[in-house]
């Protein structure tokens, strides 16, 4: 079965969380802090793989969660990393982001064209700091240490689209299928019915020392580009091919249709799906010379491809004849295309979809919700907010200093909240003290544990590690 769009659920693991401990040993009565940091999730990662030709793996199975770091321990021992979780998928897979609400496709995340091109879709949650961390010139013997970070989750949609370098187009029954099986070792089902293709099929074609890849794509029908009959599942795998072969029936078919019309039609709905698909090169190949009374409509077709400036073939898929030189003239153009486009160096996908994620989990919002009650909202915040060890003064103390550093008093301020408004982060509460608070007191938050019935809680959380902000000189340059 040919599966080549397919929507999954990837799952990090979490990050381990960090050890409070102080050394303790004979003849050492005042050990200094020694807690491990937690270990890091594992991440869930796409990896293209030539050898996997669909995503029917994804079929069945729609859930994929890597493990989780383990928590840190006395006498400085790190919590080991979790395991990353690779799935492959074929070349040609395109990766986007789902909206969770309405399954609709918010970003594109990568488009994995080359063998062993990966990209990571979901980061495992980083571990959290032991109390060795937290050392300062004033603060010698921290009591408190980091949770783990909670991992990132998504849904995702993989649609894969044919990597070739030509693809053979037309109506149905041009005999593309009978082409492809006559330019290559490719055994595409062929018979004397329109639509016997029904999913894509690749053959390699080689041409001297040289050899290129054709996608015989099933047939299109007036109207494709707005989805009649199986258009848009069959035009995108159009997208990627340097060259257009259209393939045209000199004889007419059953119907007795004009060729001219039927080039027409197809050029047609290629530009109406995308405009360019109307200027990518293409040959024009005149098919079924070998029938007898085809003479006039090749010579048609040829007066018609010279008046657009297209290459032009007549060939007989059946005989052979007019093949090589077709095949000779393919394999020219797409080593010229080819030479022409250069070495094109791969893309990181990696650092790309890395610098978006850490820019939008960077932004936080100020929402005044009425009644003296503000709501801050955003990844690196809300994160922090999990991180934290609640029933710790000094940890409370060490948070409220990383969210003055982010700006949210100044923000709070800007939105109007003043002394005594309620702040709420996830399902905590706080009072709000303006400007002048002392952020290395234990009385520098209000934190009210039972939080009204309307505050919503996120169960979705997603977070990074781009804000790890400490304490000093243990704040990280990408938090300020």
Known sequence: MFIDQVRIHVQAGDGG?????????????????DGGDGGRGGDIILEADRSVSTLIAYRFKHHFKSTRGVHGK?????????????????????VRELDEGTMEPIALIADLTHDKERVVVAKGGVGGRGNIHFVTSTRRAPAFAELGEPAEERWIELEMKLVADAALVGVPSAGKSSLIAHMSAARPKIADYPFTTLVPNLGMVRSGDNSFVVADVPGLIEGAAEGKGLGHEFLKHIERTAIILHVVDMTGGFEGRDPIRDYEIINRELELYAQSLATRPRIVVANKIDVGGTEENVERMRARAEQDGVPFFAVSALTGEGLDSFIAACSTMVIELR??????????????????????????EVIDQGGNVFRITGKAVERMVIQTEWGNEEAIAFLQKRLTRMGIEKALEKAGA??????????RSFEFESSDWDYTGEEALVIDEEVSEDVEVSEDIEVTEDMEGTEDMEVREDEL
């Not at 960090?18 to 004979?26: D, H, K, L, Q």
């Not at 021992?77 to 395109?94: C, F, W």
């Open 418 to 427: 003043r002394n005594g408004s309620e702040i709420r982060i996830l399902g």
């Open 74 to 94: 006395g006498s400085r021992q790190h919590g080991a990393n979790g395991d990353d979780l690779i799935l492959k998928v074929p070349l040609g897979t395109v």
């Open 17 to 33: 969380a960090g050890c409070m401990s102080f050394r303790r040993e004979a003849h050492v009565p005042r050990g200094g802090p």
């Open 339 to 364: 030479l022409a486009a250069g070495e094109e160096g791969d893309i990181q996908y990696d650092q790309i979809w890395e610098h978006a994620r850490r820019a939008r989990d960077r932004k936080f």
